[in-house]
Nanobody, 127 residues
């Protein structure tokens, strides 16, 4: 299992941008597919973006397509979520998640598929 630590959350005005980072421990980060999820009170945790081991395949929820971009650096053991054109509906706690996979081309977007989670970082978008 990898240990995950998110950073980069905060308060931003509508229309602004933030970049979240998720640093992973260990030397096998390249063997993990990664995902970014978000959750608001009373709602299920939803995947907003996911990426395969190499970074060549990505998934985005419809609500963030064209605004968010997921990427990873397998040398720095870090996955990123660039969030642009933020709106108040993006306000949530954002979580990084990791899943070991032997399949280099696969990404995952169901929370049940992930075994390692970060502690979350709050993103608040004011109107």
């Amino acid at each position: 299992q990898v240990q995950l630590v998110e950073s980069g959350g905060g308060l931003v005005q509508a229309g602004g941008s933030l970049r979240l980072s998720c640093a992973a421990s260990g030397r096998t980060f390249r063997l993990y597919a990664m995902g970014w999820f978000r959750q608001t009170p009373g709602n299920a945790r939803e995947c907003v973006a996911a990426i395969n081991r190499s970074g060549g395949s990505t998934y985005y929820a419809d609500s963030v397509k064209g605004r968010f971009a997921i990427s990873r650096d397998n040398v720095k053991n870090t996955v990123y979520l660039q969030m642009n054109s933020l709106n108040p509906e993006d306000t949530a706690i954002y979580y990084c998640a990791a899943r070991y996979t032997p399949y280099s081309g696969s990404y995952y977007y169901m929370k049940e598929d992930f075994g390692s989670w970060g502690q979350g970082t709050q993103v608040t978008v004011s109107s």
